[in-house]
C-alpha cells in the first residue's frame, strides 16, 4: 500500500517567446502545473500545487524565479488555474457512500487507460481479460490509423497471480479499432496497459 505524497499533472502549456537559459532554444519551455495529493493507498485528499519549468529541448529543470520579465507572472497564473480532480477524494467519498473499494480501483484503471489507449504506439502490452478471470498479455505490433495490432503472449492465458513477466510476443495476432478497445476498457476487460 502506498503511504505518502502523490502528484498528478492537471495542466501543461508552451511559453512562447523566451529562449531557454540553458540551451538558448527559443520557444523550447514548457510549464507543467502539479497538484499533489495525501495518498494512503488510494488518493485522501489534495494538498500542494505546484509549477515545474522545462525545456523540452535540453530537458532541464529552471526555477520558478528565472523565467525574464513578463513572464514570470504566468506561475502564479498557472497555479491559480491548477484545479484539483474528484478521485482525489477518494477514500472521503468511499467512507462517505460505502462502496467497495475494488470498484474504485477498477474504475480508476479504467480511467487512466483512456489516453493510453488514445496514444497507444508499438511496443505498448496490454493485460485483456479472455474469460473468467483468466488474463493474457499482448503486445502493440503496429499502429496505423484507427486500427491497432496485437500479438499475443505464447504464455497461456492465466488468472492474475501466474501472470508472468517472461512474455515473448509471437502468438496469434488481433486487430482492434481505437473504438473497439475504448469499448472493451469500459466493459473493464483491459486491466492494465503498460506504455
Ligand atoms: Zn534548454
Known amino acids: 500500500m502506498i503511504i505518502g505524497t502523490g502528484k498528478s499533472k492537471r495542466l501543461t502549456e508552451k511559453i512562447e517567446g523566451v529562449e531557454c537559459p540553458a540551451c538558448k532554444a527559443k520557444d523550447s519551455l514548457v510549464a507543467e502545473g502539479y497538484q499533489d495529493f495525501f495518498n494512503f493507498g488510494l488518493p485522501v485528499f489534495p494538498t500542494t500545487k505546484r509549477v515545474e519549468i522545462k525545456?523540452?529541448?535540453?530537458?532541464?529543470f529552471l526555477n520558478n524565479n528565472e523565467l525574464p520579465y513578463p513572464h514570470n507572472s504566468l506561475v502564479m497564473d498557472i497555479k491559480q488555474r491548477i484545479k484539483p480532480a474528484v478521485w482525489m477524494f477518494i477514500i472521503p467519498i468511499i467512507?462517505?457512500?460505502?462502496i467497495p473499494i475494488?470498484?474504485?480501483?477498477?474504475?480508476?484503471?479504467?480511467?487512466?487507460?483512456?489516453s493510453k489507449i488514445n496514444k497507444a504506439h508499438?511496443?505498448?502490452?496490454y493485460t485483456f481479460e479472455v474469460g473468467d478471470r483468466l488474463y493474457q498479455k499482448m503486445q502493440i505490433e503496429k499502429v496505423k490509423g484507427d486500427s491497432i495490432w496485437f500479438?499475443?503472449?505464447?504464455?497461456?492465458?492465466?488468472n492474475k497471480q501466474n501472470l508472468g513477466n517472461n512474455d515473448v510476443f509471437e502468438g496469434y495476432e488481433l486487430t482492434y479499432?481505437?473504438?473497439q478497445l475504448l469499448k472493451r476498457n469500459?466493459?473493464?476487460?483491459?486491466?492494465?496497459?503498460?506504455q
Open 151 to 158: 500479438l499475443a503472449s505464447l504464455n497461456s492465458p492465466a
Open 95 to 98: 467512507a462517505a457512500i460505502g
Open 55 to 60: 525545456c523540452s529541448q535540453c530537458k532541464k
Open 122 to 125: 508499438k511496443g505498448d502490452v
Open 186 to 194: 469500459d466493459d473493464h476487460e483491459i486491466i492494465d496497459i503498460v
Open 102 to 114: 475494488s470498484l474504485i480501483k477498477q474504475s480508476m484503471t479504467a480511467k487512466e487507460n483512456i
Open 177 to 179: 479499432t481505437t473504438t
